[in-house]
């Protein structure tokens, strides 16, 4: 028979207040993305920035569907349900494996950000495990998951605001250091960059900002834990808001420092040796790490809803299952270690469907809006035909560019 403290643990996530929300929904697209908007806007050239502005906007109007879809049905309460109500049980299927891979390969990322940054910070670092030697970046992806494994027990998604609270501080730092850098350290602006880069280079800019503002798997489960949903409309607003000033912000002071020289990680970018660019490194570090719980919380629960019947509360099955799932990240980082790549296809294919074409597909099923021909319809039209595009030609150029360097 289980404890009272383990039945406490594994209690049902409890109703969280609107500034709890917001944190969760600042600290889902806030994060990772801050490292390679540079890279991305880079990758485009300044005309990019139209494009910066549009994926902003359609992805906030593309949230607003999905709050619709669940106000259909008070049942519903995932990203999954919504394609259940729409087109039952191979919408859910189909959801569930593009969201679901989704937030996985985020997670992924995750861990080989940590890793590249820690393997800049200390080169010459290596482990010997089970008699053979592990250097580089794989130790540090293999540190990094056994110290964001504990994240992963929490149950209770206003108690991971306190956690996300500091993923948000840490963008904010990130984006001063830079700019502290640029102004004070000699580095300058002098980067001027281009107008308009190559057709290839665009496509990955595009993939990359998709990415940027990709929260949706998360949304419908912040939604459904809020206590006053009457605020989320607003929540949303300002969380999009507020992204998209920091993640300009810090792409075009990157661009202007460094020029067509980024790579795919601006703290890998900044001067060696150097007590500003280890602070700023280190400040990554602390993005995915108060980030990697929540992103994976919907993948979790759908899990959990799986394996544990529901008048069951089996503690240590839920922690196996969540400790299992970690280790497969882990994994999957140590074998696909390509940052940037594996993003940029993160974006393409997983993220356009995600928050393109699944949101206006379900409300247009849901609310029967293909019966009323106007504006909105052709608006929604539109976003699904960006989306089919950008899922196309992206993944193509995102997949051709990981075989090349594997």
């Known amino acids: 028979m289980e404890s009272a403290s383990q039945n406490q643990q594994w209690q049902q996530p409890t109703q ?32 990019s920035l139209v494009m910066f502005l549009v994926i902003a906007s359609i992805c906030f109007y593309t949230a607003l569907l999905l709050q619709q879809c669940m106000d259909a049905n008070p049942t519903i ?7 259940a109500h729409a087109f039952g049980r191979k919408g859910r299927v189909v959801i569930s494996i593009f969201i679901y891979l989704e937030l996985f390969l985020i997670a992924v990322e995750f861990l080989i950000l940590e890793g590249d940054n820690l393997h800049n910070l200390f080169p ?5 495990i089970f008699g053979r030697m592990i250097g580089g970046k794989k130790v540090f992806i293999m540190m990094t998951a056994l110290m964001v494994l504990p994240t992963t027990w ?23 250091i830079v700019l502290w850098i640029g102004v004070f350290e000699g580095v300058g602006f002098s980067g001027n960059g281009v107008l308009c880069n190559n057709y290839t280079g665009m496509l990955t800019t595009v993939s990359v900002y998709t990415f940027c503002f990709s929260g949706h798997p998360v949304f419908p489960t912040l939604y459904s834990s ?12 300002i ?34 040796r150097n007590i500003s660019s280890e602070v700023a490194i280190y400040i990554t570090l602390i993005i995915p790490i108060a980030k990697y719980a929540i992103i994976l919380s919907p993948i979790i629960a759908a899990l959990e809803k799986t394996a544990i019947p529901q008048d069951k509360n089996m503690g240590l099955i ?14 999957v980082a140590l074998v696909v270690p390509f940052f940037g790549y594996v993003m940029a296809f993160i974006g393409a294919l997983l993220c356009s469907c995600a928050s393109f074409l699944f949101p206006c597909i379900c409300y247009v099923k849901i609310h029967k809006a293909y019966r009323r021909f106007g504006v909105e319809l052709i608006f929604i039209a539109a976003i699904v035909l960006l989306g089919v595009f950008v899922a196309v030609t992206g993944t193509f150029t995102s997949v051709r560019d990981i075989v090349k360097h594997a």
Do not use: H
């Not at 309460?77 to 394609?83: A, C, E, L, N, R």
């Open 154 to 176: 929490l149950n209770d998604l206003s108690l991971l605001a306190y956690v996300s609270a500091s993923g948000i501080s840490a963008s904010v730092i990130l984006l001063g």
């Open 318 to 331: 839920r922690l196996a299952i969540r400790t299992s799932l970690v280790v497969c990240t882990c994994i």
């Open 16 to 47: 969280t207040t609107s500034t709890r929300t917001l944190f969760n929904g600042l600290n889902t697209l806030t994060g990772i993305g801050m490292v390679s908007i540079s890279y991305a806007l880079s990758q485009g050239g300044w005309i």
């Open 77 to 83: 309460k995932t990203y999954p349900d919504i394609g």
């Open 226 to 237: 809020m206590r006053n949903k009457d605020q989320f409309r607003k929540v949303l607003l």
């Open 124 to 128: 010459n670092v290596c482990l010997r």
């Open 239 to 272: 969380c999009f808001s507020l992204s998209a000033v920091s993640y300009g912000s810090m792409a075009v002071i990157g661009y202007l420092m460094y020029g067509e020289n980024l790579v795919s990680q601006i703290t890998l970018n900044l001067p060696r």
